[in-house]
């Protein structure tokens, strides 16, 4: 159980095009927490739009203005197997633009270290009793 910082870098991104990412937990790990994520500093304001869903919910739509890009966003978004995040991006210019994003996460390697987690969250009184994962 730990960090880690993931990067996407797309030097190129033709115009038109969509990228979709889903990110899920590695896979030697059982699960993942991303707490949170921002935008590289070469990309041009406008010139993309998106969004980000979790558990089948759409969070978030957006163009990706100036404030957007300069913002460091924070989350706490639990990533399985079974429910994935899912990261859309649409170059809407008329040009190739570079693309980047980076989030932080915290790798849970085992269903004892979830079980862990879980429980200190409840510790804490920031969630409500959850069941065990078997």
């Avoid at 913002?71 to 570079?98: D, K």
């Amino acid at each position: 159980m730990g960090p880690e910082a993931i990067q996407l870098l797309i030097p190129v991104f033709p115009p038109g095009a969509t990228l979709s990412f889903s990110a899920g937990p590695i896979a030697s790990d059982y699960a993942q927490i991303l707490y949170g994520a921002g935008f590289g500093s070469e990309m041009v304001p406008n010139a993309f739009t998106g969004y980000l869903q979790v558990f089948g919910t759409r969070l978030v739509a957006a163009t990706f203005t100036e404030i957007t890009l300069g913002m460091e966003f924070q989350s706490f978004v639990w990533v399985t197997e079974a429910s994935p995040t899912l990261i859309y991006a649409t170059n809407v210019s008329g040009l190739n633009q570079v693309f980047e994003i980076g989030i932080a996460s915290l790798r849970i390697s085992s269903e004892g270290d979830y079980n862990l987690v879980l429980k200190a969250l409840e510790r804490m009184h920031a969630l409500p009793p959850f069941e065990e994962a078997s």
